[in-house]
């Protein structure tokens, strides 16, 4: 017979074909099969041969290949097709839809053992379709698909235990029920036993457990629904602190995906763009602030470039939702409240009521509100006092003192001061490399007295340190001088007020990634690859400029080694940097790692991307970018006390722009992101990263 089947089949030899449809049908010479049967049958019939045709024709017109084989073997007692042809009769799916049909079905699979059937006859008496609603049948044949493992049974059986409907009311065996439906069943079914977990009765509400089967079901890239109910957990507090910023993430996720009521929940005004959505979003619902945030956005009006979108300004909406916030204690939108009243911009002027508005912020931490009184507290001004008597006639440390108050060492963060020390240093000592670089990179930051980007002043600074030094002594003081003359060459190059020299900003560069400076030896590399020389030597010199900033967790390098893999078809090498890019929480790099995964492409883990950090980190000698990034590895974990640490260690006896600018960022509160440092790097030299794919996949940062 199998000698037989194998020509059959490939001569498309019909009498042949019908034969052995007609053995499998009679067990003759082979193991009954009415599923090889209707194959063979259907092969037949396809070409016209009569007595196939007579033998498959019980079954109507019409239906598709695969509802044709599910009758035929219903006729036949097969139970699965049974049940399955009762779905069909009671979903109306290619055939009338027909109760009664679909009840006599499930009940003849059922009463042979067939779990599928059971559970819909049980949910038929359950919500009367069909039959007279009956509890305790319900939970018969419930009992007797649970006994199969049947995981929709099982939940089944859990609700009427948690209900007391058709047994006696009884929570801990609901609760045992509801864990074994969770543990066999997919992804909805998990949802579904953490929705009773959520919002049933006192019995096995449990918020924790919804929340941790949430989550495991969330994992899953196009469930919705878990992203969905995780987002209510964080929006009202139900298990978990309430984080109204955490659920906007996740109803974003599911709106994303096109989850209804996720999309009608968020239902944002076109005008918000990129993370101004979060911002409305929360500020709406309460977060004081967000709420600071979209006040200053309708204060001066904001359009963004990147994801499309105006703000225009509307200083009476800034009034009020600064008001909201103040009236929450945030001391920030006290202090910009209190500068409306003063000046009578958007409100009546009301001296009185800005004095008010100016302590309460000062009281509540607001470091613009404590500059504009001066140091409020006498506390204070006995230890300035005694900082001024201590370096008034020896300044060797004082732009150590800088640093601290810029990054707010001892818990106190104060420009003011940093810049009033650096200064200070600066006026004994114009060349020394720190504190140059301090005083430099103040002003390009805009922490100067006009709170305003001043290049000029920058390259003020930093034009007397490079003038007076030769080069650096130490491998400490070659990271700071990198920094220096990276940020020389952008000056040089970009600067505002400035007047450019792109050869002598070109020599600074050069100067900078040969000492290691990420930033300068991404900027080489890319200059070396855009002239397009054919020398071998030259294209392979920046290509090891760009590995070595890459290895020290530089996210632009790190973006054009990826881009360049898959240009080449290196998957593997992509996947590589793609999947560290990620671990950093730069965001494009995140949905290009989620949308692979969904693809089933192979990556790295997670965890191996971020021990390649923690181990770079780790090195004798480690360089300091390879802290910093370390600490956005932790940031992105939840780790936010270990990423401060690793971001000081980026200070450890030089200067590095970013760790102290982050460090700053974390002083103030502020959220300095790894996006936003990439972009701010990307806007400086108008710059933008290719895009890349492979397959079907673009993501344009």
Same mark, same amino acid.
């Given at each position: 017979?199998?000698?037989?089947?194998?020509? &059959?089949?490939?001569?498309?030899?019909?009498?042949?074909?019908?034969?052995?449809?007609?053995? *499998?049908?009679?067990?003759?010479?082979?193991?009954?099969?009415?599923?090889?049967?209707?194959?063979?049958?259907?092969?037949?019939?396809?070409?016209?041969?009569?007595?196939?045709?007579?033998?498959?024709?019980?079954?109507?017109?019409?239906?598709?290949?695969?509802?044709? #084989?599910?009758?035929?073997?219903?006729?036949?007692?097969?139970?699965?097709?049974?049940?399955?042809?009762?779905?069909?009769?009671? /979903?109306?799916?290619?055939?009338? /839809?027909?109760?009664?049909?679909?009840?006599?079905?499930?009940?003849?699979?059922?009463?042979?053992?067939?779990?599928?059937?059971?559970?819909?006859?049980?949910?038929? *008496?359950?919500?009367?379709?069909?039959?007279?609603?009956?509890?305790?049948?319900?939970?018969?044949?419930?009992?007797?698909?649970?006994?199969?493992?049947?995981?929709?049974?099982?939940?089944?059986?859990?609700?009427?235990?948690?209900?007391?409907?058709?047994?006696?009311?009884?929570?801990?065996?609901?609760?045992?029920?509801?864990?074994?439906?969770?543990?066999?069943?997919?992804?909805?079914?998990?949802?579904?036993?953490?929705?009773?977990?959520?919002?049933?009765?006192?019995?096995?509400?449990?918020?924790?457990?919804?929340?941790?089967?949430?989550?495991? &079901?969330?994992?899953?890239?196009?469930?919705?629904?878990?992203?969905?109910?995780?987002?209510?957990?964080?929006?009202?507090?139900?298990?978990?602190?309430?984080?109204?910023?955490?659920?906007?993430?996740?109803?974003?996720?599911?709106?994303?995906?096109?989850?209804?009521? &996720?999309?009608?929940?968020?239902?944002?005004?076109?005008?918000? &763009?990129?993370? #101004?959505?979060?911002?409305?979003?929360?500020?709406?619902?309460?977060?004081?602030?967000?709420?600071?945030?979209?006040?200053?956005?309708?204060?001066?009006?904001?359009?963004?470039?990147?994801?499309?979108?105006?703000?225009?300004?509307?200083?009476?909406?800034?009034?009020?939702?600064?008001?909201?916030?103040?009236?929450?204690?945030?001391?920030?939108?006290?202090?910009?409240?209190?500068?409306?009243?003063?000046?009578?911009?958007?409100?009546?002027?009301?001296?009185?009521?800005?004095?008010? =508005?100016?302590?309460?912020?000062?009281?509540?931490?607001?470091?613009?509100?404590?500059?504009?009184?001066?140091?409020?507290?006498?506390?204070?001004?006995?230890?300035?006092?005694?900082?001024?008597?201590?370096?008034?006639?020896?300044?060797?440390?004082?732009?150590?003192?800088?640093?601290?108050?810029?990054?707010?060492?001892?818990?106190?963060?104060n420009d003011a001061r940093a810049r009033y020390w650096v200064d200070r240093f600066l006026e004994? *000592?114009?060349?020394?490399?720190?504190?140059?670089?301090?005083?430099?990179?103040?002003?390009?930051?805009?922490?100067?007295?006009?709170?305003?980007?001043?290049?000029?002043?920058?390259?003020?600074?930093?034009?007397?340190?490079?003038?007076?030094?030769?080069?650096?002594?130490?491998?400490?003081?070659?990271?700071?001088?990198?920094?220096?003359?990276?940020?020389?060459?952008?000056?040089?190059?970009?600067?505002?007020?400035?007047?450019?020299?792109?050869?002598?900003?070109?020599?600074?560069?050069?100067?900078?990634?040969?000492?290691?400076?990420?930033?300068?030896?991404?900027?080489?590399?890319?200059q070396w690859l855009s002239k397009n020389e054919t020398s071998t030597v030259d294209v392979s010199?920046?290509?090891?400029?760009?590995?070595?900033?890459?290895?020290?967790?530089?996210?632009?390098?790190?973006?054009? =080694?990826?881009?360049?893999?898959?240009?080449?078809?290196?998957?593997?090498?992509?996947?590589?940097?793609?999947?560290?890019?990620?671990?950093?929480?730069?965001?494009?790099?995140?949905?290009?790692?989620?949308?692979?995964?969904?693809?089933?492409?192979?990556?790295?883990?997670?965890?191996?991307?971020?021990?390649?950090?923690?181990?770079?980190?780790?090195?004798?000698?480690?360089?300091?970018?390879?802290?910093?990034?370390?600490?956005?590895?932790?940031?992105?974990?939840?780790?936010?006390?270990?990423?401060?640490?690793?971001?000081?260690?980026?200070?450890?006896?030089?200067?590095?722009?970013?760790?102290?600018?982050?460090?700053?960022?974390?002083?103030?509160?502020?959220?300095?992101?790894?996006?936003?440092?990439?972009?701010?790097?990307?806007?400086?030299?108008?710059?933008?990263?290719?895009?890349?794919?492979?397959?079907?996949?673009?993501?344009?940062?």
């Amino acid at each position: 017979v199998s000698t037989q089947s194998t020509g &059959a089949t490939q001569q498309n030899n019909a009498e042949g074909q019908f034969l052995l449809g007609e053995c *499998y049908t009679h067990g003759e010479g082979v193991e009954q099969s009415h599923k090889e049967a209707f194959r063979y049958y259907s092969q037949a019939a396809k070409q016209g041969h009569p007595l196939a045709i007579s033998a498959l024709n019980t079954i109507p017109s019409g239906l598709s290949e695969e509802k044709r #084989k599910i009758w035929y073997l219903a006729e036949r007692g097969d139970t699965g097709a049974q049940n399955d042809l009762a779905l069909c009769y009671y /979903k109306h799916d290619e055939v009338e /839809k027909d109760l009664e049909k679909a009840i006599q079905l499930w009940t003849t699979a059922a009463s042979k053992g067939c779990a599928g059937a059971q559970n819909h006859l049980g949910e038929c *008496y359950q919500k009367g379709e069909g039959v007279d609603q009956n509890w305790e049948e319900a939970v018969k044949w419930w009992g007797l698909a649970a006994q199969q493992g049947n995981s929709e049974a099982l939940f089944n059986l859990g609700q009427c235990y948690e209900e007391g409907r058709g047994v006696l009311q009884d929570g801990t065996k609901a609760l045992e029920l509801y864990a074994l439906a969770a543990s066999k069943g997919d992804v909805k079914l998990k949802v579904k036993v953490g929705r009773r977990y959520q919002e049933g009765t006192e019995l096995i509400r449990d918020y924790q457990k919804a929340i941790a089967l949430f989550r495991e &079901a969330s994992d899953n890239y196009y469930d919705t629904d878990a992203k969905f109910f995780l987002g209510q957990c964080y929006m009202h507090g139900r298990g978990i602190p309430k984080n109204i910023g955490q659920a906007f993430c996740y109803y974003s996720g599911a709106a994303y995906q096109g989850h209804k009521l &996720a999309a009608e929940v968020l239902n944002i005004p076109t005008d918000f &763009a990129g993370s #101004k959505r979060k911002i409305l979003f929360c500020a709406e619902h309460g977060d004081a602030d967000a709420q600071n945030s979209l006040a200053t956005f309708y204060s001066q009006g904001y359009h963004d470039d990147c994801y499309g979108g105006d703000i225009p300004r509307d200083i009476k909406k800034a009034i009020e939702w600064w008001t909201k916030a103040a009236e929450q204690g945030q001391c920030d939108a006290q202090w910009n409240l209190a500068r409306c009243y003063e000046r009578g911009e958007g409100v009546d002027q009301d001296t009185n009521k800005a004095a008010v =508005l100016y302590t309460k912020a000062a009281e509540g931490g607001s470091v613009e509100a404590a500059q504009h009184f001066g140091w409020i507290t006498e506390e204070q001004k006995q230890y300035l006092r005694g900082e001024e008597d201590r370096y008034k006639n020896e300044l060797s440390d004082a732009y150590n003192l800088s640093e601290s108050y810029v990054i707010g060492g001892g818990g106190f963060q104060n420009d003011a001061r940093a810049r009033y020390w650096v200064d200070r240093f600066l006026e004994e *000592y114009p060349t020394f490399y720190y504190a140059a670089l301090l005083g430099s990179v103040f002003h390009h930051w805009g922490i100067n007295s006009n709170r305003k980007r001043d290049d000029g002043a920058a390259w003020g600074v930093l034009q007397a340190f490079i003038n007076g030094n030769s080069g650096p002594e130490s491998m400490h003081q070659q990271y700071s001088f990198g920094e220096g003359y990276r940020l020389a060459s952008d000056l040089l190059s970009y600067g505002e007020g400035v007047e450019h020299n792109l050869e002598q900003a070109e020599r600074c560069l050069k100067k900078a990634a040969d000492w290691d400076d990420v930033e300068a030896q991404t900027q080489w590399a890319l200059q070396w690859l855009s002239k397009n020389e054919t020398s071998t030597v030259d294209v392979s010199e920046a290509r090891g400029y760009l590995e070595k900033a890459a290895n020290q967790g530089g996210i632009m390098a790190q973006w054009h =080694l990826t881009q360049q893999a898959f240009q080449k078809k290196e998957n593997e090498e992509a996947f590589k940097w793609l999947t560290r890019m990620a671990a950093q929480g730069y965001t494009p790099a995140k949905l290009l790692h989620a949308e692979a995964t969904a693809q089933g492409m192979k990556l790295p883990t997670m965890a191996e991307a971020q021990q390649w950090y923690q181990q770079k980190a780790a090195e004798e000698g480690a360089k300091p970018h390879c802290h910093h990034a370390w600490g956005r590895v932790q940031e992105e974990m939840g780790s936010l006390e270990s990423a401060r640490a690793a971001f000081q260690n980026t200070l450890a006896g030089q200067c590095h722009l970013v760790g102290l600018r982050r460090l700053r960022a974390l002083a103030r509160k502020e959220n300095w992101t790894i996006d936003q440092e990439v972009q701010e790097a990307l806007n400086l030299r108008a710059q933008v990263l290719p895009s890349i794919q492979w397959s079907k996949i673009e993501v344009q940062p």
